[in-house]
């Protein structure tokens, strides 16, 4: 069924996806920060972790509307490269047991990611982030 918000055109199937990948991964981080928070809060105060996670999840939100809902191209690359700079680390940390929650959420989220990133390569995602506007069978 089509999508219609404002003077937002139909989206494509993979740019619904996308946002919906998204969220799903950010669900998992509140998971995340929750199974992590007493680890957090013993290597900084609950206040500075409490900001630094609000103001990561504001921040990727957003990035993730103004693709899904504006056509950024600017915020889809700068989600991509925060992504890429992030699995080396990512990667440390699980292999020194560092990473705060669980191993399998976090993997869980990454995966997620690389999806949904790759759902943004897909010809209809290209096109509609152009501005080409997506025919039903797309």
Not at 65 to 82: D, E, G, H, Q, T
């Amino acid at each position: 069924m089509p999508e219609f918000l404002g003077e937002m055109k139909v989206r494509p199937q993979s740019i619904i996806n996308f946002e919906r990948l998204m969220f799903g991964t950010f669900v998992l981080g509140l998971v995340q920060s929750y199974l992590g928070w007493d680890r957090a809060t013993q290597m900084a105060s609950a206040g500075f972790v409490l900001t630094v996670q609000a103001l990561t999840f504001g921040l990727m939100i957003a990035l993730v509307l103004f693709v899904s809902r504006r056509r950024s191209k600017i915020a889809m690359w700068i989600l991509i490269v925060m992504f890429l700079i992030g699995l080396p680390f990512f990667f440390k940390m699980i292999s020194q047991g560092a990473l705060l929650g669980a191993v399998w959420i976090g993997i869980a989220q990454t995966l997620g990611q690389f999806v949904a990133y790759g759902l943004l390569f897909t010809a209809s995602a290209r096109n509609w982030l152009k501005g080409i506007e997506p025919g039903y069978g797309q």
